[in-house]
């Protein structure tokens, strides 16, 4: 347990016993001393175990599993030290900026955590600083002003050019940092809420000017964890990490309402290294999880790719998008992305790759392993002709590379189409391969599994029947039939 101090720090002491005296006794024994060497071994074969992942990934190899777990820090306040009222009316920023000023002077000392304690926390948006844990109790929550002047605006993303929904500059995250290291934002499953509401309604009646903001952003920055909180109602996408390496978010609630809550998307890896999402729930009204690395001419100028990413144990739902994307905006290049153990309900599509003559950049070395789908509309979509782009100054022949994809282990119920890859002549698929896939239909139609310009291969039986334009594998990956008809075209977008 961390003391909480008021606007202090304190160094923990306590009693140790002699080791000298019984460490030799202990040892003496040759019985005991084999126990422990056998145990020792155990361990460390568990944990070696633990840090593999099927199919080639090594996270020592990254990085992610070697980072240190995040320690106590050495100083602890409570945001009422810095005079914060909890009763939902209350304005609490300069609550929070003197408390995070606070911790920004123990950088060197190990920095300090913030704890929010029980209650309704309204603030404008704040930042956080290095070395910081903001920790949310049980019933706290931070509620978002909702009043845009409270808001700053910051320029557009370098790898964007452009705010995303509008030129010019975008309005500021709630929770921001910038250039960080070692930060924790986590707690008794607290909530951070957005108050998206209004954001969503003048977005619908066109009444703003600018791009609006993400609930919490951070930016260059590294050894991030996110964990045993809620985040909910954001004003624009959710969560988004921006140009980060070893970032870790588990155990997190993501909600917003399934419809007319416009772009808030779950999370979005964009231009991240070295990264793992698990054990979270995601309900929002647009992509659970979209992995992106910049748009169009500015993200190839800017030229940082998402890489090296672990998505799993998820439960999603995403009624106007995908439960799992990477894209549109891939221009950076998006590679080594292992999504497994994923459920994708009640949705509009399970997981998506999307992307368009423009983009340039690569999608490549993605590997999905056991995924279920319960009622969705489609299964697989990969689609090469998203056109959105940020000005007419996109290069219409720079075009990315789609290859290396495999699904293994797709199972479920209550979908119309399971699969629908839609490459073009321009932008092919290539290296794409299905294996151990049986999934219900509720449509009996012909052409179910869909397929345009195309290059791969299924391996042993799967269900419904594969397109034509793939070659056939017996389960001993011993070829069987050579796919005459790789660019074919059956794709039927009218169910």
């Known amino acids: 347990m ?75 306040f409570n945001l009422t030290d810095f005079g914060g009222v909890g009763d939902g009316v209350t304005l609490n ?28 926390w309204l603030t404008a948006p704040f930042n956080l600083t290095s070395h910081m844990t903001l920790f949310l109790a049980e019933d706290a929550e931070i509620l978002a002003i909702e009043n845009e002047k409270y808001w700053p605006l910051m320029p557009p993303l370098p790898s964007y050019g452009y705010g995303r929904e509008h030129p010019g500059p975008r309005f500021g995250s709630f929770i921001h940092g910038q250039n960080l290291k070692d930060v924790v934002i986590t707690g008794h499953n607290g909530t951070i809420n957005g108050q998206g509401q209004a954001w969503w309604k003048k977005y619908r009646q066109k009444l703003l000017n600018n791009t609006r903001g993400p609930l919490v952003q951070i930016m260059w920055s590294s050894d991030i964890l996110i964990s045993n909180i809620t985040l909910r109602d954001s004003p624009f996408w959710t969560l988004h990490p921006y140009d980060c390496k070893n970032v870790t978010i588990r155990n997190v609630t993501i909600l917003a309402p399934i419809v007319e809550a416009p772009n808030t998307d779950g999370i979005d890896p964009d231009s991240c290294e070295d990264m793992v999402i698990e054990d979270c729930y995601i309900s929002v009204g647009d992509d659970a999880i979209a992995i992106k690395s910049g748009w169009d001419q500015y993200g190839i100028a800017y030229g940082r790719p998402s890489m090296n990413i672990l998505i799993r144990n998820l439960v999603v739902r995403s009624m106007v998008s995908a439960g799992v994307s990477i894209g549109s905006e891939m221009s950076g290049g998006v590679s080594n992305v292992t999504v497994e153990n994923l459920l994708v309900w009640s949705s509009r599509r399970a997981v998506r790759i999307k992307t368009a003559p423009g983009r340039g950049g690569y999608v490549q070395n993605i590997n999905y392993r056991n995924l279920t789908f319960d009622n969705v509309r489609v299964g697989i979509v990969i689609k090469t002709d998203y056109n959105e782009h940020p000005d007419e100054g996109y290069d219409p022949k720079a075009l990315p590379i789609l290859k290396d994809i495999s699904f293994i282990g797709v199972h479920g119920q209550g979908v119309r189409v399971p699969v629908r890859i839609h490459g073009s002549e321009e932008i092919p698929v290539r290296n794409i391969t299905f294996q151990d896939m049986s999934v219900g239909l509720t449509y009996k139609k012909k052409h179910i599994f869909q397929c345009a310009f195309i290059q791969g291969r299924v391996i042993g039986t799967i269900f419904p029947a594969p397109c034509e334009n793939l070659d056939l594998y017996d389960e001993q990956k011993r070829l069987l039939k050579r796919s005459m008809s790789q660019n074919v075209t059956d794709i039927d977008y009218d169910f």
Do not use: C, M
Request: aromatic share 12%; proline share 7%.
């Open 93 to 120: 920023t300069e609550a929070f900026q003197r408390a995070v000023y606070a911790i920004s002077k123990l950088g060197k000392k190990g920095g300090g955590q913030l704890n929010v304690p029980p209650g309704r």
């Open 2 to 76: 961390v003391e909480i101090l008021s606007l202090g720090r304190f160094h923990l002491h306590q009693n140790r016993p002699d080791l000298r005296r019984w460490v030799p006794a202990f040892l003496s024994s040759h019985k005991t001393l084999f126990t422990v060497l056998w145990l020792a071994a155990f361990a460390s074969v568990f944990i070696w175990q633990r840090n593999a992942v099927v199919g080639g990934f090594l996270f020592l190899r990254w990085g992610v599993a070697s980072r240190p777990i995040p320690r106590l820090r050495p100083a602890a």
